[in-house]
């Protein structure tokens, strides 16, 4: 089944930038797109619980994003490369933690901020922003 895997992470400066890419996992048998697939960032720090991020709909619909990162985060979608990305600027250090995309079948952006609509999982990649 479809596994987005999220890369692109590392340790930043207060101040700088990273993109995070999904991308479905290569170590699967069988070609996934994420065209049908409204793809979710979550972020999760340990003690806490994971928290939304940003989502991008499978259709034109317009992006979300929480309050704590709006005008700083922009997330965007190329289907001809099948990815998904999140251009993350202005970092501080409450960014911090692992960041994991996910996805959701058709998903419209109802519920956007609630990983239980999520149903594709993968691994996720840490972003450290120093002081």
């Known amino acids: 089944q479809l596994q987005p895997v999220a890369s692109g992470g590392g340790l930043v400066h207060s101040g700088g930038s990273l993109r995070l890419t999904c991308a479905p996992s290569?170590?699967?048998?069988?070609?996934?797109?994420?065209?049908?697939?409204?793809i979710g960032w979550f972020r999760q720090v340990p003690g806490k619980e994971r928290e939304a991020v940003s989502a991008?709909?499978?259709?034109?619909?317009?992006?979300k994003y929480s309050d704590s990162v709006k005008g700083r985060f922009t997330i965007s979608r190329d289907n001809h490369e099948n990815a998904v990305y999140l251009q993350m600027n202005d970092l501080k250090p409450e960014d911090s933690g692992i960041y994991y995309c996910?996805?959701?079948?058709w998903g419209d952006g109802t519920r956007w901020n609630d990983p239980a609509e999520y149903e594709h999982w993968g691994q996720g990649t840490s972003v450290t922003v120093s002081s």
């Open positions: 996910a996805a959701d079948e």
């Open positions: 290569r170590h699967t048998l069988e070609y996934y797109t994420l065209d049908p697939y409204a």
């Open positions: 991008i709909m499978y259709d034109d619909r317009p992006a």
